[in-house]
């Protein structure tokens, strides 16, 4: 994990870009209360960084600000130091969670969240700002704003997903593959991806895989899962326990 160091700064002062480090996509989970559950979203994050996850997203659509706010603060403070956390949708609670001093590091948004330029706008040039995108037209767009307002791409559905039922038509891998062609920024897979899609995803262009159900729901065991995963997508063991440890 390299350059997300940017919790310790208060939010007046000026804030230097973050250096981006596009190998922290590499296996990207999103979490899933619901198919957690028995377990809670910290504890299966835990585990899947001790198995290998590179970078972690907090996506909770049922929870209010304030459920929210405790639970990315719980995901942070138990994986925060160790790779990426970013949030879902909700600049306002990456807002609070930077103000609480924790080890947050961006906000991902989609295509009908609140615009990706305000997002860089109001989270600055340190955060790292992630956007979904599956068209070309929405790739253009993002060409035409500024450098560095979107730092990576979330492409997808690859494949058809129970996790989100109104997920764009799937892509396939033939489909990401002409996406991720026309894509200007790095870009992981997401939606139905499975440990055998990893090589042909890759192969494809596929700077890494987000995945939800894949990990946490996995046969009650996302260490494991992840550590499949990694193989899959040829790294093999290991997992992030300080800076500069992630592959
Ligand atoms: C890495 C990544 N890619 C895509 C998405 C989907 O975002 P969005 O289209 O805004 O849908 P919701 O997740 O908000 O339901 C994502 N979350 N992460
Ligand atoms: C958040 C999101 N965006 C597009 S598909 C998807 C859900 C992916 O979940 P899963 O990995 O369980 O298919
Ligand atoms: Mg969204």
Known sequence: MTGHQNTSESSGEARARSVF????????????????APR??????????DGGVTMVQVRGKDLGGAEFLELVQAVATRVGSRVPVL??????????????????????VGQSDIPVSDVRAICGPAAIVG?????????DAVRLLPEGTVDYI???????????????????????RAARAWCPVPAVAIG????EDCPPLLAAGADGVAVVS?????????RLAATQYREALGVGSG?????GTNP
């Open 21 to 36: 480090d596009p190998a922290d996509l590499l296996l990207y989970h999103v979490t899933d209360g619901a198919l957690s």
């Open 131 to 139: 956007l979904s995108a599956a068209q070309s037209t929405e790739f």
């Open 214 to 222: 894949g990990i946490c729901a996995s046969s009650g065991d996302p």
């Open 87 to 108: 949030i879902n949708d909700r600049v306002d609670v990456y807002l609070a969670a930077r103000e609480r001093g924790l080890a947050v590091a961006g906000v991902h």
């Open 154 to 176: 979330g492409i997808g559905a690859v494949h058809t997903t129970s996790t989100k039922p109104d997920h764009p038509e799937p892509l396939g891998i033939d489909g990401f």
């Open 239 to 243: 997992s992030a326990s300080g800076e």
């Open 192 to 195: 139905g991806v499975r440990v």
């Open 40 to 49: 809670s979203v910290p504890d299966v994050v835990e585990a899947a960084v």
